[in-house]
């Protein structure tokens, strides 16, 4: 009996796995923030993480500031494949389910420390809405706390009467609408036309947007009142995840952990430095009056009920996961 030429075999083998190497995977990440961003900035870090510990077998284009598909196409994108990632504003999301708006219910959560108990209570939640539609969450990270910009001292919300008011997502427009303005939905990048044109006079957002978009350009003051911190997700189809290999997969989502770590880190230094900026600039940042205060929070206490009346159980059962976790934080 002919013994086979054990080592012309292995020879053999090992010339065709090197005439066919696995193929290196690109994917494309849309996201409609610009390269200012501190978001940006880090999802473009978490890509070159990613190319770096899979040695290239995985690389990460991110088009930002909408250069590839609109904010409001990026998750119907994703979920068809047309590209494999995005970045999306959470809340926009609000209209699919109550469960995405919980990051913008004022009184609900205004500090970091509350922001990530929400994220880690709505995390589970939000993973399995997105399973559902073929994706996959892989990370969160919040904005600064969201305040008031005006071309004048705003001391008293009857100054909303007839107010035109940039917002960037649902629950901020019915906040508007609650203390009597007449909100606009405007993309953070269409902010300066939106004033230059006088489409709006006043904005609802954080300090950074203040800052990458200018808004010394358009308005004279910013009132810190920390209505809440609404978050971006970064998140991708999951038939393109499942492609991968297990070693590039576990390279993802080491890097995804990473970049939400360091996002939030981010979000808190690039909203001292936009303070500071704005501030520089000449813009007058002041903290609202008890009175002011209490104004915002009636506003907002009546969007909060708005909210539980539509919110089913899930919804709900969720705010107390988070009560739960605020409660141990605080212990
Ligand atoms: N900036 C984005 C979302 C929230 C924020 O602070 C915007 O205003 O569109």
Redesign the pocket.
């Known amino acids: 009996m002919r013994t086979p030429n054990l080592s012309l075999l292995i020879a053999t083998v090992g010339a065709l796995s090197i005439a066919t190497p696995a193929l290196a995977d690109q994917w494309n990440l849309a996201t409609p923030y610009g390269d200012a961003s501190f978001h940006t900035k880090n999802t473009k870090q978490f890509a070159e993480d990613v190319a770096e510990a899979t040695d290239g077998e995985l690389t990460i284009n991110v088009h930002s500031g909408g250069s590839l598909i609109s904010h409001a196409e990026i998750k119907p994108s994703v979920r068809r494949g047309t590209v494999q990632a995005g970045e999306i504003?959470l809340s926009t999301l609000s209209n699919e389910s109550p469960i995405y708006e919980v990051d913008t219910l004022p009184g609900l959560a205004g500090s970091y420390q509350d922001a990530y108990d929400l994220w880690q209570a709505s995390k589970p939640i939000i993973t399995e809405l997105f399973a559902k539609e073929g994706l996959m969450p892989l990370y969160a990270v919040p904005?600064?706390s969201?305040g008031i910009y005006t071309d004048f001292e705003l001391t008293d919300t009857s100054q909303f009467e007839g107010l035109r008011v940039r917002a960037?997502n649902i629950n901020t427009q019915r906040f508007v609408e609650n203390l009597g303005g007449i909100p606009t939905q405007t993309?953070?990048a269409d902010i300066p036309t939106a004033f230059s044109t006088g489409r709006v006079d006043a904005m609802i957002?954080?300090v950074?947007?203040g800052n990458s978009m200018s808004a010394w350009d358009y308005v004279s003051h910013y009132n810190d009142a920390n209505l809440w911190l609404?978050k971006n997700i970064v998140f991708v189809n999951k038939r393109a995840f499942d492609r991968l290999d297990d070693a590039t997969r576990k390279a993802v989502l080491d890097a995804a952990a990473k970049a939400e770590q360091r996002g939030w880190q981010m979000s808190k230094d690039d909203g001292a430095k936009s303070a500071e900026a704005l501030a520089s600039h000449g813009v007058t940042i002041s903290q609202p009056s008890d009175e002011l205060k209490q104004q915002l929070q009636a506003a907002g206490q009546q969007l909060f009920e708005d909210w539980q009346a539509r919110a089913g159980d899930q919804a709900k059962q969720l705010v107390e996961r988070y009560r739960a976790r605020q409660a141990q934080s605080a212990q």
Do not use: G, H, L
């Open positions: 504003f904005w600064p969201q960037p993309e953070e957002t954080s950074s947007t609404p």
